[in-house]
């Protein structure tokens, strides 16, 4: 690959940032008790989105490490990384926090789920009332600053792989998101239950979905694929293919042991659909993901995964909104639900993680602009679920 298109926009990656939110956001509002719809429809629709969520969250987790090594520069300082990754993340997570202690979630959480959610912590705790406490997506946050704590060293091991092994190293680590589900079958309790219907022990689920140092392995196959790319390994995989593949591997995901369609189906082609999209910004090629709307969507991704599901229990637990008798009301329900979220996510971007980023998370001059981000700035936009709630 020339050098002049390692430091390359990728907007299309921005873009497709909503759509991964959008699919929690489905997965999260047609749970039970959640859904709007009722009787057959709301089985038929849990059923088709069910593996929605999952799917949302590993996408970001990939995403992360692919996005975080597309974007590094040399000379960059641990510290100095490590600060502008807590002014992305933590201020929208206290906003957040506090706005759904308001709302519902004072009712339903005890002060010793809310101090380790409070401080990102809650993800280490086998419990799912604390894993899933006040603002269940902030989960997926309490990961993600395990990433960015181990990136520095982590990015550094990778960098040091030859290219020829890095398609190795992406089966190696495949292999290993495979072999934590079956470890959780063969030695971890199947009781107590997960709530929600998930068909997991609480052990099972922790084991699987919620540790960090296993997530991590995701994070690591994003840095790779970036790495593929940047040495010009790519196989020149195109996008339509990779958005079968991953629908194939969804479809999948519904008939392998619960475990398994968590994450580890749809893992490869999550990885490859991510760099046939980032080639695709590197070579010119058309990409409706380039829109300005789809753009501004992804940008404000992060917000509307943190601020979906407070909108959804808002409508359940303070409205009663849900279920309602026919599936176009029910739809025109989540359109609602989509379109409040999406407002509030706005104010949530301007208010507060935009300015706090131009103001605090700055650490060198701007780069020209075709040698930005994937939004346009020096700091890689990714949604740091970043990923993702009860279920994801």
Not at 82 to 87: A, G
Request: glycine fraction near 6%.
């Amino acid at each position: 690959m020339p050098a002049s298109a390692r430091f390359a926009r990728l907007p299309s990656l921005t873009g497709m940032r909503f759509f991964a939110a959008f699919s929690v956001f489905l997965f999260h509002s047609t749970l039970p008790p959640y859904t709007p719809f009722s009787g057959g429809s709301a089985e038929t629709v849990t059923h088709v989105v069910s593996k929605a969520g999952w799917l949302g969250v590993g996408f970001f987790f990939v995403l992360s490490g692919f996005v975080l090594t597309w974007s590094a520069r040399p000379g960059d300082r641990p510290r100095q990384f490590w600060r502008r990754r807590i002014v992305k993340i933590y201020p929208n997570h206290v906003v957040t926090f506090v706005a759904a202690l308001a709302l519902f979630a004072w009712a339903k959480n005890t002060w010793k789920q809310e101090v380790p959610n409070l401080l990102l912590l809650h993800t280490w705790i086998p419990d799912a009332k604390t894993f899933q406490s006040v603002n269940p997506p902030s989960w997926s946050l309490s990961v993600e600053i395990v990433f960015y704590l181990c990136f520095p060293w982590l990015h550094r091991v990778i960098q040091r792989i030859r290219p020829e092994r890095l398609w190795l190293w992406v089966g190696i680590l495949a292999a290993a998101v495979f072999a934590i589900p079956a470890i959780a079958y063969a030695v971890l309790p199947g009781s107590p239950t997960m709530p929600l219907g998930f068909r997991a022990s609480v052990w099972q689920y922790w084991f699987v979905w919620q540790l960090p140092p296993f997530r991590m392995l995701e994070f690591a196959v994003g840095i790779l694929m970036a790495r593929i790319v940047m040495t010009g390994r790519w196989i020149n995989f195109r996008v339509v293919p990779a958005l079968a593949l991953v629908a194939v591997a969804y479809v999948a995901e519904m008939w392998v042991p619960w475990l398994f369609g968590m994450s580890a189906v749809t893992l490869v082609p999550v990885a490859l659909l991510i760099a046939a999209m980032a080639t695709t910004d590197i070579a010119g090629r058309g990409s409706v993901l380039r829109h300005r709307a789809f753009v501004w969507l992804g940008e404000v991704s992060f917000a509307f995964y943190l601020v979906h599901d407070i909108t959804v229990h808002v409508f359940v637990d303070r409205f009663g909104l849900s279920p309602v008798h026919s599936a176009p009301a029910a739809a025109g329900l989540l359109a609602l639900e989509v379109a409040i979220s999406v407002f509030f996510s706005w104010l949530l971007h301007i208010g507060v993680e935009r300015p706090l980023m131009n103001r605090f998370g700055r650490t060198r001059p701007p780069l020209p602009r075709d040698s930005a981000g994937p939004t346009g700035s020096t700091e890689p936009s990714h949604n740091e679920p970043a990923e993702a709630a009860r279920a994801s």
